[in-house]
């Protein structure tokens, strides 16, 4: 009789133990307490800041608790081989895991953190982007996957590992600002009146720490100084004009060579002060539409 108790009391203390081993997360409402994959939908609000561009804080949409904190530690770390997908995987930057800073994409396993709490709190882990140049950006459209997590936790009693796959996937269409400058908008519709009227083009530069930069003019040109845009409009276009962008005054020719210098730029927004109006081509003048894509490229200097 003393056998069958003590048989007994073992398969209840057993069941007890695994029960107790259970470490779970949670993002936008779908739970997971061993291991798998998980896609988790962000909203991505990209910044620049001194050295690196915010990508994304996980800890938005990540949250994962120790279920018996009482018993178990719940050591828990990224694992070599997290990376940026899709459009940022050409990329690099670092990793912000509970306030150490790392490579991204990782090589190595981050440090373990104990997870000893047991409600529901952020994972602290942030995505960074190197910066390349000025002011430039990659366009990342909502659905698609940006980046990779690997989250490995230790039992911390047994060894057993548990392995949780963080898909990464944009809620929103953006721009991550890949530069260490950014600009007010991407895309500025200037909306001319009717000839020969002219009107202000608002866009503004702003950099995460001082930088001497400039900026220059692209597109499609006519004359030898490059400064008259063609009119481009599929649509009943408008014969013998063109656009030009007026600064001081005085119409900016494309290309490199014609480079303006805006000096210091810090994180006060610099007004490029550009103006935008119509210009004289060829032949006859006839009425139509008037429209011109015209590309500004910032460089350091």
């Not at 133990?17 to 798998?36: K, N, P, V």
């Not at 991505?44 to 990540?62: E, F, R, T």
């Not at 990782?106 to 942030?126: K, L």
């Not at 459209?141 to 392995?163: H, P, V």
Request: one cysteine or more.
């Amino acid at each position: 009789m003393k056998k069958i108790i003590a048989l007994l009391a073992t398969v209840a203390g057993l069941g007890w133990s695994t029960a107790s081993q259970a470490f779970t997360c949670q993002s936008l409402g779908t739970s997971i307490s061993g291991s798998g994959t998980v896609n988790v939908k962000v909203n991505l609000v990209p910044s620049i800041s001194a050295g690196q561009n915010l990508v994304v804080d996980l800890s938005q949409s990540i949250q994962c608790k120790n279920d018996a904190p009482a018993q178990y530690t719940d050591p828990v770390r990224i694992k070599s081989g997290s990376a940026y997908q899709g459009v940022l995987s050409a990329f690099r930057g670092s990793l912000g895991y509970y306030g150490v800073q790392y490579p991204f994409p990782t090589t190595t396993e981050t440090a373990w953190v104990n997870h000893t709490w047991g409600d529901y709190r952020g994972w602290q882990a942030v995505l960074y982007l190197t910066p390349i140049s000025t002011a430039s950006g990659v366009v990342v459209k909502a659905n698609t996957m940006i980046a990779q997590l690997i989250l490995e936790k230790e039992d911390s009693i047994n060894g057993n590992r548990q392995i949780i796959n963080w898909n990464i996937y944009a809620n929103n269409d953006v721009v991550v600002p890949t530069g260490g400058c950014d600009v007010s908008a991407r895309n500025v519709t200037v909306n001319l009146p009717d000839y020969p009227g002219t009107a202000p083009a608002p866009v503004t530069v702003r950099c995460s720490q001082n930088q001497r930069i400039g900026y220059f003019l692209s597109g499609n040109t006519l004359g030898s100084d490059n400064s008259i845009f063609t009119n481009t409009s599929a649509s009943s276009p408008a014969q013998g004009i063109g656009v030009q962008l007026l600064r001081n005054g005085a119409a900016l020719g494309a290309g490199s060579a014609n480079t303006v210098s805006l000096g210091t730029v810090g994180t006060t927004p610099v007004n490029l002060g550009l103006t935008a109006t119509y210009a004289r081509t060829t032949g006859q003048v006839t009425a139509g539409n008037v429209q011109s894509i015209i590309g500004v490229t910032f460089v350091y200097q």
